[in-house]
Each structure stands twice: as structure tokens, then as C-alpha cells.
């Protein structure tokens, strides 16, 4: 069972995700907050395995809460959900710590498969936000890392949102040997995390 924190000022929204979470047979919502300075210490607290994470909050900023949760919970999963799919908010969020992008149009279908998907170590994205992602650093050219072919499949496989899981399923190998790539792609792109190296292959191009 994938445990879940929300953080969303509006109660009907903040309600209704939690509808949806615990309508599924995944997810679970152990916490609902209103505002970043409650949210904090209770997640400090009880950490979820996922947060969904608006932007726009009263007081402190979504993107500031994720900052903070991240540096003393850097294993943290947060999922970006807010009406705001431009590049600024996008690459704040990213750069922030956050592991995936959601607008809130989102179906609850998809929001599940998000959610799951973040857990499983994937970077999930709405399609118009990922298009708006390589639209925006598409003129960029810049020297490129030396990468295997088999590591340039599982980067954008990451790139894509997929999860440890599915990039195996659609190569054909082990989850432990996604992990042995991933972790040699870390090396080469000089990252620490999958949403850097997400951010670092769209913006450098290197998929």
C-alpha cells in the first residue's frame, strides 16, 4: 500500500484527491494539509511514500515546501499537482526535488498511475507539460556525455516517466540492471537524482 500526503489550500480539491486515493486498492492518504507550515512537521513527522504538492499555497510556496521536505527527507517522493504548466514553474518545481509534474486536469486514472509510477522510482509528467519540456530546451546544443546506446535507452525511458520497472519490461532486462545503468548515467551526467538527470538530458539534449 503506497501511503500519500497531500498539500492543497482549496478544501474541495483537497478533498476530492483524497477520494480518489483512497477509492483505489494501491493508495492510501494518511495526512491532508492546507498550507506548508503545517505540512512540514507532520510529514517530518510521518513521512508518506508520496506527496502530492500544490505550488500555489498560503504563506509559504509549494516549490519552498518541496526544498525543505527534500533536505531532510532527499528519498522523498513529490508530485507536482497545480493549474500552472509553464516552463517557470516547471523547472522550479524540478530543480526543487520534485520527481513528476501533474496538472490538475488530470484524470484520477492517471493521478493513480502517477503515484505509483513516483514510488517505483519513475518521473511522471501530463504529456502537455513534457512537450512544453522539450519544446523549451529543443534550440540548446551542447557537447555530449559519452553514453552507451543501452544507457541512452534507459534515459529516455526515463525522460519518458516510466518506472525502474517498466524501462526493464521495454528492454528486456532485469530491474537491477536498469538501477546498474541509472547509476552509471548519474556518473556520466554528474547528477545526483532522476528528476536532475531528467532536467540535464532535456535542457542539454542528449535525448
Do not use: W
Request: with cysteine; glycine share 4%; hydrophobic share 40%.
Amino acid at each position: 500500500m503506497i501511503s500519500v500526503a497531500i498539500v492543497e489550500d482549496n478544501r474541495d480539491i483537497r478533498e476530492g484527491f483524497s477520494f480518489i486515493i483512497d477509492s483505489s486498492d494501491e493508495c492510501v492518504c494518511i495526512a491532508a494539509y492546507g498550507d506548508a507550515e503545517s505540512a512540514i512537521p507532520g510529514i517530518l513527522a510521518q513521512p508518506p511514500d508520496v506527496v502530492l504538492m500544490d505550488i500555489e499555497l498560503p504563506g509559504m510556496s509549494g516549490i519552498q515546501c518541496v526544498e525543505k521536505l527534500k533536505a531532510e527527507l532527499p528519498e522523498l517522493d513529490v508530485l507536482m499537482i497545480t493549474v500552472h504548466a509553464d516552463d517557470k514553474y516547471v523547472f522550479n518545481s524540478l530543480k526543487a526535488g520534485a520527481c513528476g509534474y501533474l496538472t490538475k486536469n488530470t484524470s484520477p486514472d492517471r493521478m493513480l498511475e502517477a503515484i505509483d509510477e513516483a514510488h517505483k522510482g519513475g518521473a511522471p509528467m501530463s504529456s502537455n507539460v513534457a512537450r512544453m519540456v522539450v519544446n523549451s530546451f529543443n534550440h540548446f546544443r551542447k557537447p555530449q556525455p559519452s553514453l552507451t546506446r543501452r544507457e541512452r535507452e534507459v534515459l529516455e525511458q526515463l525522460c519518458q516517466g516510466k518506472s525502474y520497472k517498466m524501462i526493464a519490461d521495454t528492454l528486456c532486462v532485469s530491474e537491477d540492471t536498469v538501477r546498474f545503468h541509472i547509476k552509471k548515467i548519474y556518473r556520466k551526467l554528474q547528477v545526483n537524482s532522476k528528476s536532475e538527470a531528467v532536467i540535464k538530458a532535456l535542457k542539454d539534449n542528449i535525448v
